[in-house]
Structure formats: structure tokens, C-alpha cells
């Protein structure tokens, strides 16, 4: 049976996973956004984020837990290049994946790889990130972009959904009828699928942002599986409705 997830740990703070998911479709491995990879030194800490710390570089070993090499990896899809999404695009200057096509949203592209990049200092200093220029820069021959909603395998669609960046993107994966939404970063938390008034701090444009996330969760039913790289434990769940909220329930299948 689906139990009530938890979104708080013991002293009240929210937890939120890096990660990403992998998509098997015939001959062909997708890994759904890339997590927040092999940090650097962590500088300066940001006033009211110093209170918050990163676990991470885990994603290759979980991936080997799993049967997979970086070698096996044919298609690395990123919801939006913020850090914490494409960290292990690539290492030391050398693509992790080496088999793999890189593919994104123009207008993210556009917007963190461009001649007028955005500027992610504030990233460097607290986390110890590198620029989506220079983690990108080593794929960047191999990176292909969409513009559109579309297809990228069989039964894999993906979806603009521009506010938390301009070209943030949820990834559809469906057979019949059907299908699990990966939601990116148009929510961090469950709390954003039940409670309105919840967003994050993070989303560019919030009002495009809240509309988009108001949209998409009018479309999304209790047959639907949801989940998002940010989610405690990377777990899917349902969005059920209920008498004045709806709730959400992490799915045992």
C-alpha cells in the first residue's frame, strides 16, 4: 500500500535529493538529468543557505549498483542545466558518458551556455559549482536541442515548462495510457503538489513558474505517476484528490 511521504526530516527541515533517473527503451539508456557531480572546494557561504549542505558524487556508483556503466549511457536529458542537474555531464575536462548524445531546451542553452550567460556566482561560492559553460564545455559537440514539445525516444516525450528557468522541461514517459511524469524543477517537494503556496526561492521568473505549475498539476490525475530529482529518495508517487487539498502518496509500483 502507498504510505504518506516525508517531506521533513527530525528537526523539521525539508529534504530534497540530487539525482537523476534512468530510462531503459529497447537498445537505448536514458539517463534523465545528471545530478550535481563532482563538487569543487565550497568558498564563501550565501546568507540563508548557510544553514543548508550538500551530499553528493553518488550518482556513477548508483549507477553500477544498477547493472550500468558510464559507457552504456546513450542519451543524458537535462530537465534544465542548473548545477545540480548536469554535475556529471562531465570530469576533469572529459565527458562522463562517452556514448551518449547530450540533449536540453534551446532556451536554456541559449540562456546558460550563450554569449550573455547568466551569471552563477552565487553557485560557485556556496556549493562549489562550475559553470554550465565550463561542465558543458567538454559535451558541447555532442549536445543536441529541442524547441518544441516532441518526442526523443519511443514513448518518451518532452515538455516545455518554462519558469523555473526559460527552458525548464518536464519528461513524459508513457506506454498506453500509461505514464510517469519526471517534473524536473517545476516542483522541488511534494509540499509544491499539494500546497500552492509553497514555491521555491530558486524558480527565475516565479510568476511563470507558479502558472506553469498550476497547469500542469490541473492535468495530472491519480492514474498518473509522479516524480522529480529533488524528491526525498528520488521516489514516485500519486497526487490523489481529497476533500479541499489533494494528497500525495508515494507509490509502492
Do not use: K
Not at 546568507?47 to 543548508?52: G, I, M, Q
Not at 514555491?199 to 527565475?204: H, L, P, Q, T, V
Request: charged share 25%; aromatic share 6%; hydrophobic share 40%.
Amino acid at each position: 500500500m502507498p504510505t504518506t511521504h516525508a517531506v521533513f526530516d527530525d528537526d523539521g527541515r525539508i529534504v530534497l535529493s540530487l539525482g537523476g533517473f534512468v530510462v531503459r527503451i529497447g537498445e537505448r539508456v536514458l539517463l534523465v538529468d545528471a545530478g550535481a557531480g563532482p563538487l569543487g572546494d565550497v568558498g564563501e557561504a550565501v546568507e540563508a543557505l548557510d544553514r543548508s549542505w550538500v551530499e553528493h558524487g553518488g550518482l556513477l556508483d548508483d549507477l553500477r549498483a544498477g547493472g550500468l556503466a558510464p559507457e552504456d549511457v546513450t542519451d543524458v536529458v537535462f530537465t534544465h542545466l542548473h548545477f545540480d542537474h548536469i554535475g556529471w555531464a562531465s570530469q576533469a575536462g572529459q565527458p562522463t558518458f562517452p556514448n551518449a548524445t547530450y540533449r536540453c531546451d534551446r532556451r536554456d542553452a541559449d540562456c546558460f551556455l550563450g554569449p550573455d550567460a547568466m551569471d552563477e556566482t552565487m553557485f560557485r561560492l556556496r556549493w562549489g559549482a562550475m559553470s554550465a559553460r565550463d561542465r558543458l564545455a567538454p559535451v558541447l559537440d555532442r549536445l543536441e536541442t529541442w524547441d518544441r514539445d516532441g518526442s526523443i525516444a519511443p514513448g518518451v516525450d518532452v515538455r516545455r515548462t518554462p519558469g523555473h528557468t526559460p527552458g525548464s522541461s518536464v519528461v513524459v514517459v508513457s506506454s498506453g495510457t500509461a505514464r510517469a511524469l519526471i517534473l524536473g524543477d517545476v516542483v522541488h517537494c511534494p509540499l509544491e503538489l499539494t500546497s500552492p503556496d509553497w514555491e521555491a526561492m530558486a524558480d527565475m521568473d516565479q510568476a511563470l513558474a507558479r502558472t506553469t505549475r498550476a497547469a500542469l498539476l490541473r492535468e495530472v490525475n491519480g492514474d498518473d505517476l509522479v516524480g522529480a530529482p529533488h524528491f526525498p529518495g528520488l521516489e514516485f508517487g500519486r497526487l490523489l484528490p481529497g476533500e479541499g487539498a489533494r494528497q500525495w502518496l508515494v507509490s509502492s509500483r
